[in-house]
T-cell receptor, first 110, second 114 residues
Framework: DQQVKQNSPSLSVQEGRISILNCDYT??????FLWYKKYPAEGPTFLIS?????DKNEDGRFTVFLNKSAKHLSLHIVPSQPGDSAVYFC?????????FGTGTSLTVIP | NAGVTQTPKFQVLKTGQSMTLQCAQD?????MSWYRQDPGMGLRLIHY???????DQGEVPNGYNVSRSTTEDFPLRLLSAAPSQTSVYFC?????????????FGSGTRLTVV
């Protein structure tokens, strides 16, 4: 069973607009939620995280929202820039393990 | 540069061959893991280690062996390669309890089994 689902394989957004990436999870015991960014031929890099006791965390243009009742995580990028074009993975943490979603490929159109 | 180093970057194997994917980190991270990335499947955990001498299985451990004799190194062994093991493999490391920062990943090994 997949612990984490990203139902949108791809997303295209105009430069300057908002990008919203979504993630759903199954286990209410997860204690940390993270977003990673991955460029082709590189490893994923950590972007932003949020603990289960919060519902929002901001870091510059990136904001992560956590809706525990809906078991839903989202990443907002405002404003979107062409350099944001990448694959974004959400991840959840429990015990000694991180579980990753299938990824959403974001394309920001200049 | 500090970080996670994976070798080789690319490898082609014949079915039944064996090989070891190398992973080394110089950040004194106790936690290390191996993931594979397949289209439409995301990153799936193969094996992980919480310290030297301690390893455990992840979601997809079959066909892979690991050992952790030092803090720095965490090699992944394929004893008899199969086409289903064609994938991109990522090694990752972190400090214990660094859940808010997640892992530092290597740049990956692209493996093709023919």
């Amino acid at each position: 069973d997949q612990q984490v689902k990203q139902n949108s394989p791809s997303l295209s957004v105009q430069e300057g607009r908002i990008s919203i990436l979504n993630c759903d999870y199954t286990n209410s015991m997860f204690d940390y939620f993270l977003w990673y960014k991955k460029y082709p031929a590189e490893g994923p890099t950590f972007l932003i995280s949020i603990s289960s006791i919060k519902d929002k965390n901001e870091d510059g243009r990136f904001t992560v929202f956590l809706n525990k009742s809906a078991k839903h995580l989202s990443l907002h990028i405002v404003p979107s820039q062409p350099g944001d074009s990448a694959v974004y993975f959400c991840a959840v943490h429990l015990g000694n393990q991180f579980y990753f979603g299938t990824g959403t490929s974001l394309t920001v159109i200049p | 540069n500090a970080g996670v180093t994976q070798t080789p970057k690319f490898q082609v194997l014949k079915t039944g061959q064996s090989m070891t994917l190398q992973c080394a980190q110089d950040m004194n991270h106790e936690y290390m893991s191996w993931y594979r990335q397949d289209p439409g499947m995301g990153l799936r955990l193969i094996h992980y280690s919480v310290g030297a001498g301690i390893t455990d299985q992840g979601e997809v451990p079959n066909g892979y062996n690991v050992s952790r004799s030092t803090t720095e190194d965490f090699p992944l062994r394929l004893l008899s390669a199969a086409p289903s093991q064609t994938s991109v493999y990522f090694c990752a490391s972190s400090l214990p309890g660094a859940t808010g920062d997640g892992y530092t990943f290597g740049s990956g090994t692209r493996l093709t089994v023919v």
